[in-house]
């Protein structure tokens, strides 16, 4: 049976990603667009990344030009989201979120979720220390909403 820790990313620096070096860890996965107008989200994103990282959140912003939102580069983008949003979590390289060549984590990520395509930029999908996915949430939803869940899937009191 395929898990979380069966998928790997590319950041953008080149690195791998393995999801196995997740594994007890609580993740957020975002897919990302700097010039959507939900973009400001990744303030609230990275605030919960600074908080809980310590405790066990790790975010993963993965970027996608499939709404037609994203920059032309991979260098373009992770400089727009560390200049304008101090974004310092992992971002990967751009990536398809629906159809023909998505991304496997988002068809993974999606089939698990039972909600379908992704419709927009910043679906959110969070997955609790045992690799579950515990939610998946819609674009609108501000990062602080999904605070409480966090807290409750690392297991700590705030």
Request: aromatic share 10%; charged share 20%; with cysteine.
């Amino acid at each position: 049976m395929i898990t979380i820790y069966d998928f790997s990313e590319i950041e953008m620096s080149g690195q791998a990603i393995n999801f196995a070096d997740y594994r007890g860890k609580v993740v957020l996965i975002v897919n990302t667009a700097s010039k959507c107008g939900l973009a400001p989200q990744l303030v609230g994103i990275e605030a919960l990344y600074n908080r809980y990282h310590d405790q066990g959140l790790e975010v993963l912003g993965l970027p996608s030009n499939q709404f037609h939102q994203e920059l032309d580069s991979d260098e373009a983008t992770s400089d727009f989201c560390q200049l304008h949003y101090g974004v310092t979590f992992p971002m990967t390289k751009q990536v398809r979120v629906n159809g023909e060549d998505e991304d496997p984590l988002f068809t993974y990520l999606k089939a698990t979720a039972g909600h379908g395509r992704i419709k927009w930029n910043f679906t959110k999908f969070l997955i609790g220390r045992d690799g579950q996915l515990i939610d998946r949430y819609a674009p609108i939803t501000k990062p602080e909403s999904m605070e409480d869940a966090i807290v409750q899937a690392l297991g700590t009191t705030d």
